[in-house]
């Protein structure tokens, strides 16, 4: 059995796919309820339970051979969650440890890639065998349909900045295939697509490929004043993505396409082929 944690997000529910697609057999575990919905389509179990605790987080590795972990986005626990589920794995015997974490964890003034970085740590620690996938910026962070439907793609920095890019099914495509396999125990594998672009040009590929024109726009980052947070959280959310989109709008952030390709044993997917893909989609 693979426990999936997170399963229920973005990442996770595309992991939890590649994963059944692939033959093995998935426990989804997540904090939400709705994680239930994934069983009979990719997971045969879920379990419902927080990552902050002790007592969900030995029910849901018990049995489990392999875990792959999924930490929150932006959460300001992740990195004590990622502890506690690598505890957890420790204490059940568990035989691979797949975290996904991001490229370049090192960029440690950003809170996300601090919290990553955090948690590679104990994973390097644990005396498991470990793999660790650095995924670059999801090229599903761009709604294709909604952007074609307003004829703009707004973004929050800087619009002439080119960022690397990734699809995020060639992302669980690559989980699927390191899974329990020890041709990938202690290896740490950067994941970044061969997409280097701007916003322009990102608008640019949208607009040929569904014949609309599109527009790159700058949006803002809402401001947050004095007692704007409701919680802890929401200030570490708004402190993490304003300094996540300052950091892109002066430095971008790069990658190279070549373990990738090696690890798919094919070229990457292409912004271009992605949007294509999006717009064919039901």
Not at 160 to 183: G, I, K, M, Q, S
Request: aromatic content about 6%; glycine content about 8%; proline content about 5%.
């Amino acid at each position: 059995m693979i426990l999936v944690t997170a399963a229920n997000g973005r990442t996770g529910r595309s992991v939890v796919g590649a994963l059944a697609r692939s033959g093995h057999k998935v426990r989804a575990f997540d904090i939400s309820v709705d994680v239930e919905q994934l069983v009979g389509r990719g997971a045969e179990e879920a379990v419902v339970g927080d990552l902050l605790d002790p007592g969900d987080l030995r029910r849901a590795v018990h049995g489990a051979r392999t875990i792959v972990h999924i930490g929150p986005p932006m959460h300001y626990r992740e990195a004590e969650m990622g502890h506690g589920v690598v505890s957890a794995a420790r204490e059940a015997g568990v035989r691979h440890f797949v975290l996904f974490s991001v490229t370049h964890p090192q960029l440690e003034p950003l809170l996300n890639h601090q919290a990553k970085l955090a948690v590679e740590r104990v994973v390097l620690l644990s005396r498991m065998p470990f793999s660790i996938l650095q995924p670059m910026h999801y090229m599903q962070n761009t709604d294709v349909r909604r952007v074609v439907a307003e004829g703009t793609l707004r973004q929050p920095y800087a619009l002439e900045t080119r960022l690397a890019h990734v699809d995020l099914e060639d992302v669980a495509e690559v989980a699927a295939r390191v899974v329990d396999n020890p041709e990938h125990f202690y290896a740490t594998y950067e994941l970044c697509g061969r997409d280097y672009c701007n916003a322009h040009e990102l608008a640019r590929i949208i607009s040929d490929a569904s014949g609309r024109a599109v527009s790159a726009v700058l949006a803002e980052l809402p401001a947050a004043g004095p007692g704007a947070g409701s919680s802890e959280g929401d200030d570490h959310r708004h402190d993490a993505m304003a300094r996540l989109f300052d950091h892109y709008g002066r430095y971008g952030i790069t990658g190279n396409p070549n373990v990738l390709t090696w690890l798919l044993g094919r070229p990457p997917t292409s912004f271009d082929e992605y949007v294509q893909r999006s717009l064919a989609a039901p």
